[in-house]
């Protein structure tokens, strides 16, 4: 089975403190720790699972600039054979409807018969893969957290509300988004980053893929971001301070006069 | 602004209760609301939305018996007009429909947004990121058609069910899909039942190690009997507890009287398992959102302080 996997480079989350910026319309981007998607390690893992099984490669490819290498690269360490980067300057400032574009441009270069997503990435917008899925017109399950192969399609579990899963059989070609949990993502360690560093990464622009610029980039965003700003807290919580046993003493009363303690 | 849709969805024959947001929702947006119900058999689910809607359209098919995301979706671009304004409330089967309904219908997309007023053509909409530090302002052009997919709780619902409403039937069309429904599956019970506990020791990323997680189960025996020890979502992913033991709109519903979330951020999907009692939050990072919706919090490293909490209770 040939699949493509779609990862992005995003923000850290657990390797951030997010501040606002001192215009105060953006977030401080300069120190940024940038790493991949978390749910597209989950993808790539299942990827990778899915051909040891029953044969064939899986290519990982991202829309970004010379930075995104890095990312490609730690996914071909995991065990993807190929990496392919989408850069151009007419792509900068994609919106999820830019990126699932100018993805179908390489979907379409390509002959896979699984594209896989993450869930979700930094943004939370959850939108690339049902978009690319309807742009090709091709089945698309979000939220899988199981995989099962089968004659030309695939039986998948989506996950959801309350913990229940919801079974689906779905033909092939499809394009589904990958939740955590799904499976554990192996370890890469630097030596195996070092072993793909002298793979070459073939590079796309719009021109190769055939993608109409004026359909990316900011030029095709119909959902701007305006700015960013600091929700008010609300009432928030009442914080105790004073040194750990005057603490601890406080939050023992209050386990106390809420019933938390018999 | 166009005519303005809303998706309701229904469970077991009952209308969702996010029906009664979405209709304040959609009226802020335009004054020619109609809701769109789905499904088989759905006369009651209908006529309950024409309680809360002044137009209703149902779409009556056994190939809607199950709201199964490409069906709908070519329901849904059959009966709405280009150019129309569409309301999810985002759940698992928005996050499934809309993004794809949103290029069949060759219209805007903004998902879980939090805040939205019209004004002219845009939809003036708020959406959060980074796990809800930080927010956006995000101007929606509407003009050729938006889907937009609305957290639940944005809008104080009307539930006043005194609309009136009609009942419209329309054809479903072409309904042959390339995913078919199988079944669903209901969680296995585990062997600790989180939704009975008074007191609940939660942990999150905040935990750090597998190894760790013994100094919550070591603070919940000491604080007794009604003690268990939950979980978010990250820890049920690394397998380090079972998913039993995970709360949020992924996992368990609990009531406890108190919950100590011990390393949790606070995600909108974790604090929507938490539906009542008093929340205790101790995390190390001061800005965290959990912070802004718990009755107490406290700034500290949970590996340092659950232990010392612990070693207290040993005391009384």
């Excluded at chain 2, 042959?176 to 942990?203: C, H, M, N, Q, Y």
Aim: some cysteine; hydrophobic content about 45%.
């Amino acid at each position: 089975m040939e699949i493509l996997v779609c990862v992005k480079r995003v923000p850290d989350s657990a390797e951030n403190e997010i501040e606002m910026n001192a215009e105060g319309n953006d977030i401080e981007r300069d120190d940024l720790v940038f790493s991949v998607n978390e749910w597209d390690n989950y993808a790539v893992e299942e990827a990778i699972q899915i051909v040891d099984k029953v044969g064939g490669s899986v290519t990982v490819v991202t829309v970004g600039d010379d930075e995104s290498d890095e990312v490609l690269r730690r996914e071909m360490a995991m065990g993807a054979a190929k990496g392919i980067l989408l850069n151009d300057d007419a792509f900068e400032g994609s919106d999820a409807k830019g990126v699932a574009t100018i993805l179908k441009g390489c979907v379409a270069k390509g002959n896979y018969d699984l594209v896989l997503t993450g869930a979700q990435a930094d943004e939370g917008g959850a939108a690339v893969g049902g978009m690319l899925a309807a742009m090709l017109d091709y089945p698309y399950a979000s939220l899988v957290n199981k995989v099962e192969l089968g004659e030309g399609k695939l039986t998948v579990s989506r996950e959801i509300e309350g913990g229940n899963q919801e079974m689906n059989s779905i033909d092939l070609p499809c394009v589904l988004s990958i939740q955590t949990g799904i499976n554990e993502p192996r370890y890469v360690g630097i030596r195996g980053i070092r072993q793909v560093s002298g793979v070459e990464i073939p590079e796309l622009s719009a021109a190769d893929l055939g993608v109409d610029a004026a359909t990316v980039g900011e030029a095709g965003v119909k959902a701007k971001k305006v700015d960013y700003f600091v929700p008010e807290s609300g009432d928030g919580a009442e914080m105790l301070e004073g040194s750990d046993s005057e603490i601890i003493a406080k939050l023992i009363e209050i386990l106390k006069a809420n019933g938390g303690l018999q | 602004m166009a005519q303005v849709f809303a998706y309701l969805v229904h469970n077991d024959g009952v209308l969702d209760d996010s029906a009664m947001e979405l209709v304040v929702a959609a009226k802020a947006v335009g004054d020619d609301v109609t809701a769109i119900v789905t499904g088989s058999g759905i006369d009651a689910v209908a006529d309950a939305a024409a309680q809360i809607f002044p137009k209703v359209i149902k779409v009556d098919d056994a190939a809607l018996a199950y709201p199964n995301a490409e069906v709908v979706r070519k329901a849904l671009v059959t009966i709405i007009p280009k150019g129309s304004v569409v309301l999810f409330a985002n759940n698992t089967f928005a996050m499934d429909c809309a993004p794809g309904l949103s290029i069949k219908m060759d219209a805007a997309y903004v998902s879980d947004i939090i805040g939205l007023e019209a004004d002219g053509t845009t939809l003036k909409t708020i959406r959060q990121e980074f796990g809800g530090e930080v927010n956006t302002h995000v101007d929606v052009d509407a003009a050729d058609g938006a889907v937009v997919t609305l957290r639940p709780g944005t809008f104080a619902p009307d539930e006043s069910k005194a609309a009136g409403g009609s009942v419209e039937a329309a054809a479903a069309g072409d309904m042959s899909a390339k995913r078919t429904f199988i079944e669903i599956v209901e969680p296995e019970a585990g062997d600790v039942d989180i939704t009975k506990a008074d007191l609940l020791v939660s942990i999150g990323r905040g935990i750090e190690e597998e190894d760790n997680i013994e100094i919550a189960h070591e603070l919940a025996k000491a604080m007794g009997a009604g003690a268990e020890v939950s979980c978010s979502r990250p820890i049920v992913d690394a397998k380090w507890l079972e998913p039993s033991r995970q709360v949020g709109t992924s996992g368990c519903t609990v009531k406890p009287k108190v919950y100590m979330a011990c390393g949790i951020s606070g995600s909108f999907q974790h604090m929507g398992g938490i539906k009542g009692g008093f929340v205790i939050a101790i995390n190390k990072n001061e800005n965290a959102p959990i912070f802004q919706v718990a009755n107490v919090g406290i700034v500290a490293d949970i590996l340092e302080f659950i232990p010392e909490l612990t070693e207290a209770l040993g005391d009384l």
